[in-house]
């Protein structure tokens, strides 16, 4: 079965500071790959998704994230946090071709940042 | 996403108590699903249906039953809640693998 593995369950910067939160995922074939976020009290919303093509894909907010196969992952970056940014930040995984098997999710990264 | 909608948003009840939680959704996806999300633990799921012929089990789908009743609507039921399935429970549609969550009900089971 397909993991996903987030490195940092909390992070606290400072308002400015450059973001990357780490995503490496288990399984070998084609997948399909997102970030969502959850703001305090909110439901989850797509920031990017990655299904083919271009391994660097653009997101909402001025997030980005770059797909690397041979190291099975999916970092989530930002150049310039803003006090908005505090939430919560899940990387999931679907395999891709069809089917309604759901995604499986890492376990996310609460996101603190400092005025 | 107003397109999907959950009720009740909170619900607070008792061990041994039977209770459903109502998914509806507005896009005309075939797709649904139910996960629970739990602090630490990221969002699992429970079950999800193809179709309305169409149910599966999740990863965490003991203790928990589902009806598909039409497209538009997935109710997740807990025959009898025990305190553990306290969570937050999320209900999504899909469509070319994107997922659309609603805004989630709140379960505590004392």
């Known amino acids: 079965a397909q993991s996903v593995s987030q490195h940092n369950h909390h992070v606290i910067l400072s308002e400015a500071a450059s973001l990357e939160l780490g995503c490496n995922y288990s399984y070998g074939g084609t997948v399909n790959l997102f970030w969502y976020v959850q703001y305090p009290g909110q439901h989850l919303q797509l920031l990017l998704k990655?299904?083919?093509?271009?391994?660097l894909v653009k997101g909402i907010k001025g997030f980005e994230a770059e797909f690397i196969k041979s190291k099975f992952s999916f970092n989530l970056r930002k150049p310039s946090v803003q006090w908005s940014d505090t939430a919560e930040y899940f990387c999931?995984?679907?395999?891709?071709?069809?089917?309604?098997?759901?995604?499986?999710f890492g376990k996310g990264t609460h996101l603190i940042i400092q005025p | 996403d107003a397109d999907v909608t959950q009720t009740p948003r909170n619900r607070i009840t008792k061990t041994g108590k039977r209770i459903m939680l109502e998914c509806s959704q507005t896009k005309g996806h075939d797709r649904m699903y139910w996960y629970r999300q739990d602090p630490g633990l990221g969002l699992r799921l429970i079950y999800y249906?193809?179709?309305?012929?169409?149910?599966n089990k999740g990863e965490i789908s003991d203790g928990y039953s589902v009806s598909r009743q039409a497209q538009a609507k997935f109710s997740l039921s807990l025959e009898s809640a025990i305190p553990n399935q306290t969570a937050l429970y999320f209900c999504a549609t899909s469509l070319a693998n994107e997922q659309f969550f609603g805004p989630g009900t709140r379960l505590t089971v004392l």
């Open positions: 249906s193809f179709d309305v012929k169409d149910i």
């Open positions: 990655y299904f083919s093509g271009d391994p």
């Open positions: 999931a995984v679907k395999k891709s071709g069809g089917g309604a098997d759901g995604l499986t």
